[in-house]
């Protein structure tokens, strides 16, 4: 079993950055990838970002260049830092655990223009 926990969303203006964190507890020996998704209101959930345990990155069109997803295998924590946030990054950013399928309860997001 795994537990993900996010925090450091809120509300930002358009240009403004934010710092998420997921922390993960209970059997993380075995978590390789991990993800960030987010799902807007009346959208499906989409792909923000994927990072590998040996830190190899992917990210969705919409974010490249503006989104940095890293992780402290130490303490055991994966991070998405968003910078030049835009309004159509307002949504519900969920952590994920690639390999096990194990989901965050979400942290809201809000871009204000």
């Known amino acids: 079993q795994v537990q993900l926990v996010e925090s450091g969303g809120g509300l930002v203006q358009a240009g403004g950055s934010l710092r998420l964190s997921c922390v993960a507890s209970g059997s993380i020996f075995s978590i390789r990838a991990m993800g960030w998704y987010r799902q807007a209101p009346g959208k499906e959930r989409e792909l923000v970002a994927v990072?590998?345990?040996?830190?190899?990155?992917a990210y969705g069109d919409s974010v490249k260049g503006r989104f940095t997803v890293s992780r402290d295998n130490a303490q055991n924590t994966l991070y998405l830092q968003m910078n030049d946030l835009k309004p159509e990054d307002t949504a519900v950013y969920y952590c994920?655990?690639?390999?096990?399928?194990?989901w965050g309860q979400g942290t809201q997001v809000t871009v204000s223009s």
């Open positions: 994920h655990a690639e390999v096990e399928n194990y």
């Open positions: 990072i590998t345990s040996g830190g190899g990155t």
